[in-house]
């Protein structure tokens, strides 16, 4: 079963666009919620988390919306640049639930910025 | 800053090969884990270990093992390679609820 859905699996956007990819789970204890960046050849790195008493975060050029009642956060990228161009992975864990071996990754999205 | 190194990039082997792969941390980092990513499956943890010695498995344990002799140290264990182990497998630590800290990953082919 799979806890954290991403959509969409892959993205092309024309540079100044903003990209957004949506994330939604199930389990109504997830309470911290870290999105990665991983450039080719690279690990993934955190960007930008939240945590449920927020309704937005924003670092940069980037800005997670997380709606609470819907069980759904998104991560927006304003004005993209083509050095954005990665694969993002949202996440989710318990703070209760142990370690990181309760974080639940989604299955990623390929971003592609155009020049 | 942390560092998370893989010992190799890439790595070619023969199917029933025994693999090693060797993740090392300089950040006196509780928690180490494996995962592996394939395209359209993400991240999957494989096992994960809180203290020396011990491991626990994560979702995807069959055909691996791990050990972890040291703190800093932490070995994945193909013990008998296959060719559906073919992936990119990454190493990451933390320290209690801390982000992860990933490695660039080797990248296992088996033939």
């Known amino acids: 079963q799979q806890q954290v859905k991403q959509s969409p699996q892959s993205l092309i956007v024309q540079k100044g666009g903003i990209p957004i990819i949506n994330c939604a789970y199930e389990?109504?204890?997830?309470?911290?919620f870290p999105w990665y960046q991983q450039f080719p050849g690279k690990g993934p790195a955190l960007l930008i988390a939240i945590r449920p008493d927020v309704s937005e975060k924003k670092e940069g050029r980037f800005t997670i919306s997380f709606n609470k009642s819907a069980k759904q956060f998104s991560l927006h990228i304003m004005d993209s640049q083509p050095g954005d161009s990665a694969t993002y992975f949202c996440?989710?864990?318990?703070?209760?639930?142990?370690?990181?071996?309760?974080?639940?990754f989604g299955k990623g999205t390929h971003l592609i910025i155009q020049p | 800053d942390v560092k998370v190194t893989q010992s190799s990039r890439y790595l070619v082997k023969r199917t029933g090969e025994k693999v090693f792969l060797e993740c090392v941390q300089d950040m006196d980092h509780e928690n180490m884990f494996w995962y592996r990513q394939d395209p359209g499956l993400g991240l999957r943890l494989i096992y994960f270990?809180?203290?020396?010695?011990?491991?626990e498995k994560g979702d995807i344990p069959e055909g691996y093992s791990v050990s972890r002799e040291k703190k800093e140290r932490f070995s994945l264990i193909l013990e008998s390679a296959s060719t559906n182990q073919t992936s990119m497998y990454l190493c990451a630590s933390n320290r209690g609820y801390s982000p992860l800290h990933f490695g660039n990953g080797t990248r296992l082919t088996v033939t």
């Open positions: 389990n109504t204890a997830f309470d911290y």
């Open positions: 270990s809180y203290d020396v010695k011990m491991k």
């Open positions: 996440a989710a864990i318990p703070s209760s639930g142990g370690g990181a071996d309760g974080l639940t």
